[in-house]
Nanobody, 121 residues
Framework: QVQLVESGGGLVQAGGSLRLSCAVS????????MGWYRQAPGKQRELVAD???????NYADSVKGRFTISRDNAKKTVYLQMNSLKPEDTAVYYC???????????????WGQGTQVTVSS
């Protein structure tokens, strides 16, 4: 069974930094795009950043210049380095990965359990 396990959330003051990690485990054929989403209370889940297997990245306008997404394909892990954090970055952050479990199957989205990031003013 494929699992995504996140770590690295916590409480930080405005202007501080955090690094999130998400490791994929289980039997699978390949991992395509990986990304981070977040959901603040009362709001819809939104894309923060994603990265393709080749390393092409995409960021939400609200985090450009502050957050950096990266991945280690050998470790099946994606990271999110968050700098200059603001109170409005407070949310539950979810890892997402498009995974093919079998060579002949189409890819499906898998989600982590979420990790809380709280930025105090």
């Amino acid at each position: 069974q494929v699992q995504l396990v996140e770590s690295g959330g916590g409480l930080v003051q405005a202007g501080g930094s955090l690094r999130l990690s998400c490791a994929v485990s289980g039997r699978l054929f390949s991992i395509n795009t990986m990304g981070w989403y977040r959901q603040a209370p009362g709001k819809q889940r939104e894309l923060v950043a994603d990265i393709t297997t080749a390393g092409s990245t995409n960021y939400a306008d609200s985090v450009k210049g502050r957050f950096t997404i990266s991945r280690d394909n050998a470790k099946k892990t994606v990271y999110l380095q968050m700098n200059s954090l603001k109170p409005e970055d407070t949310a539950v952050y979810y890892c997402n990965a498009e995974i093919k479990r079998l060579s002949y199957a189409s890819s499906s989205p898998y989600w982590g359990q979420g990790t809380q990031v709280t930025v105090s003013s």
